[in-house]
């Protein structure tokens, strides 16, 4: 089956964590990444090597572009190589800073060259702006997912305009213009203008619904900013089963400092459920009701 994951953001433990949790059910399986492998958490080299190491055009680990690789991409074409050729002729200037941490973590691993920056940008530079795919659910139905960073804007045909929008854009209403899934990340669960917290049928941290819209960007890099579990999030697109890397009871006490203990962890989680989970997801039912039930 198929396994979309949202964005890493260099928590390559977490990402170790989830795909063995999604192996040890199904060997066979095969994965989608909503970009954004780099910046922001504690083991982005790692993150990074394991996606050049793995991820293809179209083998069992596939990504489409978050924005941040496209960060990186226009850092090195626009501010690295003339700062580069400037010191190449002498310059003293110091290398110019990515907004986030890529340009720090290419000189803490000594890449910070062209010719072997460019390996990263040939491979940021491979992965698509978007992809569509059409599943056959569990329950003998197609369904069709968009699957893009960011999001993705019907009748749009400028592509220069698509790409940005698949890579930047934020919705925090849904997908009213197509039966299409759009599936993405880049708008953690946790963001408030998304998650609505006066309302208690989305979860913050977890896998969040909304019309004709999925976002599995749960967060994970900043969990140790903030109450919620931050999950990385798995979806299995065939049967539109979550997959976590733990249990929220768990993930609270690897995120709580100074450290709790299991009981606090258990109560944390009950507190959490009840003000996030008590009433189901109306827009989530509908698209089980729809695609994942064999009397749809």
Known sequence: MHYAIGDVHGCYDELMALLKTIEERDA??????????????????????????????????????????QMAVNWYYTEFLPWWDEKEKGGTRPMPETLYDFSLLAVRQKI?????????????????????????????????????????????????????????????????????IILHGHTPTIVPEYYRPMENNT????????????????????GALTAQPCMLCGLCLETLEEIYPCTIAERFMQLAQPPITKRKAKRQEKKYLADHAQVPNAYREELVERYFTASA
């Open 28 to 69: 066979d399986a095969r994965y989608i990444f909503v970009g954004d492998f780099i910046d922001r958490g504690p083991k982005v080299w790692e993150t990074l090597m394991w996606a050049m190491d793995n991820i293809t055009a179209e083998g069992k680990y596939t990504a489409v572009r978050g924005n941040h690789e």
């Open 112 to 180: 910070d060259r062209p010719d072997i920056l460019k390996y990263a940008v040939d491979f940021f530079e491979s992965l698509p702006f978007s992809r569509r795919m059409e599943i056959e659910t569990s329950a003998g139905r197609k369904v069709v997912y968009r699957i893009v960073h960011a999001w993705y804007r019907y009748g749009e045909e400028r592509e220069e305009i698509q790409q940005e929008c698949n890579l930047w854009d934020r919705n925090f209403r849904g997908n009213f213009k197509s039966d299409e």
């Open 203 to 222: 979860r913050p941290g977890l896998i969040g619904y909304k019309k004709n819209d999925i976002n599995i960007d749960g967060g994970c890099c900043f």
